[in-house]
């Protein structure tokens, strides 16, 4: 029910020879567009294999070309940010995403777009284009300034200047 499933079937018709594997505890059962898109066969190029343990989720998103977080406007915090979106930075993927207020001082390494065109638009030249090679590094030093160890740190450096 978070995921904006026009936008997500409309990324996935424009590009049926790319292979889209959606992991997670997806619950289809009481939305028929969630179950046409994710069960019914409508896009051969759609897998979804489920949730998995997080010792395996780092393989796969290593494999991974990008990730997509097309979150739906309708529900409360979407529009703030996302759990998976570092996992993704850390390895330097590219995330095509709708707009999160958190991430916008860094919007510059994602493609964040709210406007369902334009971020078809998106994918579709990063696909054909691909991106500067330096964006992969820039997100991989971000995602490690947001790690629980240098979360950690910056709270012992704000506690250390306090006392």
Known sequence: MRIDLELLSGLIEDHPDVPFVFIGPYTLDNDPQA??????????????????????????????????????????????????IFQYLALGKPVFSTVFSEYLPFGHLLYMNDDRQAARDELSEFLRAGEPAGLAAERIAL???????????SI????????
């Open 156 to 163: 012992g450096d704000f506690l250390d200047r306090k006392h």
């Open 35 to 84: 179950q046409q898109l994710f069960r019914e066969g409508r896009f051969p190029n759609v897998h979804l294999v489920g949730a998995m343990p997080y010792r395996q989720l780092a393989a796969w998103i290593a494999g991974a070309r990008f990730c997509l977080a097309p979150m739906g406007r309708h529900f409360p915090g979407n529009n703030i940010s996302h759990h998976k």
């Open 143 to 153: 995602a490690r300034t947001k790690s629980f160890d240098a979360t950690f740190q």
